[in-house]
């Protein structure tokens, strides 16, 4: 976007990364929802396609803001006349410094992870977003343990009614054959030997693509398919390597299947991990999936940058951060505006995309004077994902974030085909959760986007009988 905002000016991408990621095969569901894969791409196609783009390829280490300066890792530095910082996200892990802790955000983590998961017999999955969803359902031939601190799965797209609908998915046998990966995938020659494993973890890979786990094999050592069990409102307390678990004398559980739920003596795993709830399972390593903290690091250090509760840097509604010349987009930065009513922040994809291309556009603003209304992707949340097998829509305040206790829930569910559920509060739609081929996202978008009072159709609104677009097109 910038290069074609300013197709006259030097436009320096720095990445620590040799690929960058593209999105590719766009598809605007909807006035706000949009479909894309992500695919990596050597730097080189980028720089091709835009004269003007120059990739560098090194890490940032030092920001001068009142300089106007960039040093990069490689010892050379760089005079900006305006800065975005694009720097994602990196993951929360449970305990740093653990070998048996694997955090996954990136497609050289999901590597590793693949690796270790080829002799693993058993794994502790720790986390309740989008990541650690996937992973449970994609993993086979292998025990999950799946810890997560609410009452029910994947608490930060749904609620307790979505996750009953999909729970069934986890326990069947019978498998789809997975759909043919749509990313492609670039390794660097050689990358893997030069650097070991203790390289890999503090370099920053970028974030997965919506449909990271398609071309990975994730199987275990065991030949059933599925086998899991959720230990539900509980967090890791301590994690206990062997030789520490011999000597606290304590007992640890095996999978639970039947009464007699204590392991054996002379079974003994890698690592333990004992739970808030009391429990202690033995494992082959843990995955950490619990989200990701704004990597903000190399920026702080001699800028006074105003920083969110959530360590993003703050942005006001033209993305610009509280420091001249600095813009900031995607999962390092914190939507510090008055956000509209059904719109809310969320470290996805989709967000960040819709972040970048509106940054560029108002640095352009600001460079030629003009003033520029925040873009409308910021009205209502929207988002479309795939758990599950399942299209996912979540719309709006889908989980009623913020409207307090002053709203209601309509439901409508078929198993195993579709579950519906909208948030109403003083008759207006106010979000809605749509699983499975509900083909009811853009009507739920417009009544949630023009605040149409319902009142009058009551539960009829839900009502599979009656064809509600034909109302509201």
Not at 122 to 136: D, H, K, Q, S
Not at 365 to 391: C, M, P, Q, R, W
């Amino acid at each position: 976007k910038l290069a074609v905002e300013f197709p006259s000016e030097d436009i320096f991408l720095m990445t620590a990364s040799p690929v960058i990621k593209a999105v590719t095969n766009f598809r605007q569901v909807s006035k706000t929802l949009e479909e894309f894969d992500v695919e990596e791409q050597p730097s080189s196609l980028l720089e091709k396609r835009y004269p003007n783009i120059k990739v560098i390829q090194s890490g940032v280490k030092q920001l001068k803001s009142d300089q106007h300066k960039i040093f990069t890792e490689d010892g050379k530095e760089y005079m900006y006349e305006k800065l975005c910082l694009c720097a994602g996200a990196k993951p929360k892990l449970i305990f740093e410094g653990n070998p048996y802790v694997l955090g996954i955000r990136d497609t050289d983590s999901a590597q590793a992870f693949q690796k270790k998961l080829a002799q693993a017999e058993r794994i502790v999955v720790v986390g309740n977003g989008g990541i650690a969803l996937e992973l449970v359902y994609e993993i086979q031939g292998c025990e999950v343990i799946w810890a997560i601190k609410d009452k029910a799965i994947g608490n930060t797209f749904f609620d307790a009614g979505a996750a009953e609908f999909l729970i069934p998915k986890l326990t069947a046998e019978k498998r789809e054959t997975p759909i043919e990966c749509k990313r492609t995938k670039y390794t660097m020659e050689g990358s893997e030997e030069k650097e070991g494993p203790t390289a890999a973890s503090d370099k920053l890979g970028s974030a997965l693509g919506p449909d990271w786990h398609e071309g990975l094999h994730l199987k275990g050592t065991k030949e059933f398919s599925h086998k899991v069990h959720i230990e539900i409102l509980c967090e890791v307390k301590k994690i206990h390597l062997q030789q520490e678990f011999i000597q606290l004398q304590r007992t640890s559980l095996t999978f639970p299947k039947d009464e007699k739920n204590v392991e054996p003596d002379e079974v003994l795993w890698p690592v333990y991990v004992e739970l808030t709830n009391g429990k202690i399972y033995g494992c082959d390593f843990i995955v950490s999936a619990t989200g990701v903290v704004p990597n903000v690091e190399p920026f702080l250090d001699g800028n006074n940058f105003a920083v969110g509760e959530d360590g993003g840097l703050k942005v006001d509604k033209h993305m610009h951060t509280s420091l001249p010349d600095i813009y900031a987009a995607g999962d390092i930065c914190t939507a510090a505006w008055e956000p509209s009513p059904v719109w809310h922040q969320m470290r996805l994809w989709t967000q960040a995309r819709q972040m970048g291309w509106y940054a560029a556009k108002c640095m352009a603003a600001d460079t030629s004077g003009e003033s520029i209304d925040l873009d409308f992707s910021f009205e209502l949340f929207a988002h479309v994902t795939k758990f599950f097998n399942y299209k996912v829509v979540v719309l709006g305040k889908y989980n009623a974030q913020g409207l307090g206790l002053d709203h209601e829930l309509m439901l409508r569910c078929t198993k195993g085909q579709e579950y519906v559920k909208v948030v109403m509060q003083n008759g207006r739609m106010m979000g809605a959760v749509l699983i499975g081929e509900t083909d009811l996202e853009e009507t739920f978008e417009n009544l949630i986007l023009n605040q149409m009072d319902l009142s009058a159709y009551g539960e009829d609104l839900l009502n599979p009988d009656i064809d509600i677009e034909d109302y509201f097109d």
